[in-house]
């Protein structure tokens, strides 16, 4: 009985009020933000450790508010979430980090084999007509679809887990690669992962970080990068922002790095120029 009289007394909480009045203002502004198309996308270089090279990039959303200036998708893409305009944003990153791609492989110099990776929302994998839509965007781009990665949350997957394995594996049969992202945050079981085709797991960055904190940190990295070996999984380590880290890293022979170190997301004009004067770490 307590706890029910506390959560009658949160309906008429004013902090809660205020915050349902913030999401609603969010929400209109996003609803403009989608029609006149105010978001933009930085890139973020993912690093080949075998070969010290440029093996792609992740495609990240920002929204360039008119008045408020630049938004992180931390703080919009729940919101979008909630009111499906995820969807039409999703599409618009995917189009246009395709669109970018194929015009970075057409430079010269090393970019031929460059990858994208864009994040995707669940709600987008269990749209109906979600494999039309990418069909239609590598139709468009041009792209080839190998060089084409998406990443989902291991969350997402357990929920839907039947569903989003026959969507999966229509990605894989298309030659789409396939990304668990934020891997080790979320609650999937070990024994499901292999039922899966994804092509690599995501260290998620928490544990990146934590890793040459102490001696108990410091085993669940290699626990992951084995765990993704034994699976025919590459292992991808995001947040990485010292040298020690990188050089773990490569001695436990993580196969992709991506963070601070080498740097942080950049707009799209900047990517040519990084690409052509980092050429080797
Ligand atoms: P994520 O997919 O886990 O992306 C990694 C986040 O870590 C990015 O934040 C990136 O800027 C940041 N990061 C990269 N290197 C480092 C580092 O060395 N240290 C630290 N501390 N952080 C680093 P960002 O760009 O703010 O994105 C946050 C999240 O928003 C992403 O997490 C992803 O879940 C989501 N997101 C971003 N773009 C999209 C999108 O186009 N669609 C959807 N559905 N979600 C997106
Ligand atoms: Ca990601
Ligand atoms: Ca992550
Ligand atoms: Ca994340």
């Known amino acids: 009985a307590k706890d029910l009289g506390r959560a009658r007394y949160h309906v008429f909480d004013p902090q809660m009020h205020q915050e349902a009045i913030k999401t609603l203002e969010i929400e209109n502004d996003l609803r403009r933000a989608v029609e006149r198309q105010e ?77 994208i990776s864009v994040n995707l929302s669940a709600k987008l994998f269990l749209q109906s007509d979600f494999l039309v839509q990418i069909d239609k965007i590598i139709e468009q781009t041009q792209i080839n679809p190998s060089s084409l990665e998406l990443e989902i949350t291991e969350t997402v997957i357990m929920q839907n887990s039947n569903e989003i394995k026959t969507i999966l594996q229509q990605l894989k049969e298309r ?66 922002e010292t040298e020690a880290q990188l050089e773990q890293l490569k001695s436990l022979k993580c196969d992709f790095a991506q963070g601070y170190l080498f740097s942080q997301p950049i707009p799209q004009h900047l990517v040519m120029d990084f690409i052509t004067s980092k050429t080797q770490w």
């Open 39 to 115: 978001f933009i996308v930085y890139y973020q270089p993912i690093i080949s450790l075998t070969t010290g090279q440029i093996s792609g990039f992740e495609a990240l959303i920002r929204w360039l508010h008119p008045t408020k200036g630049l938004i992180h998708p931390t703080d919009f893409i729940p919101v979008a979430e909630e009111t499906g305009l995820i969807n039409a944003i999703n599409v618009w990153v995917l189009h246009s980090a395709c669109r970018q791609l194929r015009i970075w492989q057409a430079h010269p110099v090393r970019t031929k084999n460059l990858t």
């Open 175 to 240: 030659k789409i690669k396939l990304i668990m992202d934020d891997f080790g945050t979320g609650y999937s079981s070990l024994s499901y992962l292999h039922i899966f085709p994804f092509n690599a797991l995501k260290i998620d960055k928490s544990f990146v970080n934590r890793m040459l904190d102490n001696q108990a940190n410091m085993g669940l990295v290699p626990a992951m990068i084995s765990i993704a070996a034994s699976m025919g999984m590459a292992a991808i380590a995001e947040g990485v």
